[in-house]
């Protein structure tokens, strides 16, 4: 057992092993020993990699055997989904432990949350928002953390949280180790891990260059009229297991998700102006396969981790490469295989140039030769809402142009036999069973395209 060589707690290798853990993945193998021995890691992993573990294990490896009913650790994440997952998998991982942990989000009542620091529950993992509203009464200390973890980092300075963090940091000791955890490392995070760690290990930081290798990237020119009947055409070509859909604005998440169920498609839909009821509903509904299609905007879906997840669709150009690159390795996690699909209007396509430069390839570009680009009725679309119009298509002759099928010819033998082997497969994993079933991770060094496993 890989697991027992880091000198972990005998209870945590069990929990370890009972969630079928065999190998760990590359960013466990170089973070845990590292923050058993209590030293500060800079990290640059995504979600997807196994970085809870990477964090989570020497966490509670340091906290058994201390005295309980203080809160020593404080895990800092951008999302409440992510706040939740964390919060799951450490309870996972410390199962056979007295630790305890609680997630502290917004979006549901105080109260409970409330109780966890005047328990002095032993891990808070929480979102910089709801953390500061607790931290403005007498009953939320942080004076106690001796070790913080900052997670996704780089998204938690889009989201605007940079100065929420910064206030945060300023509650807690000043002695204590830190775990720096970000997909990438913008410039300003540069300065907040320097001020903050102290000869931190640093793992993997060069640039995340590509997408994993088991990501299939194709692009669908369309105009925007006609992304959704395009959106709806796929879904119901009949391989689509699940399909995870990105659009950029929530009201366009909303109108797409309805666009869909109008036309019989089970979907629902995530993002900021949700309530928390409806986005663990929402997701929850999807994982267990009740919703063919979720659709989301990129906050939302941060974090989000779902198993087996057949096609992600980037309805609308995502504004960088970097969110690209996250967006598509939602699927094809874990040496698996999937594939990520973008629309591109033809305002969209410098942007998508600057895309392909960034992941070092031109992606290879799909018309669908059974689909009527040139249809002026939008009546049954939900129109477009990216501006600029043009067309796509009807070219004959046009060298994408494939002869049958709602994918390209080249693609047909694999796709073929991987829909098959899906339809032919073990059933989509009941409630409860775990996800990491046949979930290997293959021993090698860590790689900068691999952040998406
Ligand atoms: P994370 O990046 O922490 O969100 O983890 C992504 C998924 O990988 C979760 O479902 C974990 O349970 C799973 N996972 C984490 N570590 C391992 C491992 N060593 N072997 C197999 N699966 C793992």
Redesign the pocket.
Known sequence: MPFLSFGLHADLVRGVAD???????PI?KDAIPAGIAGRDVLACSA???????AFGLPILHRLIGKTRGVTRALIVTPTRELAA?IDE?LKELGRHTQIRSAAVYGGVGMGAQRQAFERGVDIIIATPGRLLDHLSYKYAKLNTVEMLVLDEADRMLDMGFLPDIRRILQLLPEKKQTLFFSATLPSQIGSLTRELLKNPLTINVERQAKPAAGITQTVYPVPHSLKSALLLKLVQGGNMTNALVFTRTKRRADRVADFLKKNGVSSTRIHGDRTQAQRTQALDGFKRGRYQVLVATDVAARGI?I?ALSHVINFDLPGTSEDYIHRVGRTA??EAKGDALTFVAPDEERDLKAIERAVSCAIQRVILPDFDYKSVDTANSMGGGGGGGGTYGGHSGNRNQRPSGNRPQRRDDRHTTRSESREGGPPPRASGAR??EN???KSRTPSVSRRTN
Do not use: M, N, V
């Not at 969630?19 to 993945?25: R, Y």
């Not at 979600?47 to 573990?53: E, P």
């Open positions: 969630l079928g853990f065999t190998q760990p993945s466990q979600t997807g990699s196994g970085k809870t573990a997952q998998h981790d198993d996690r874990a996800p990491w979930r290997q991770w």
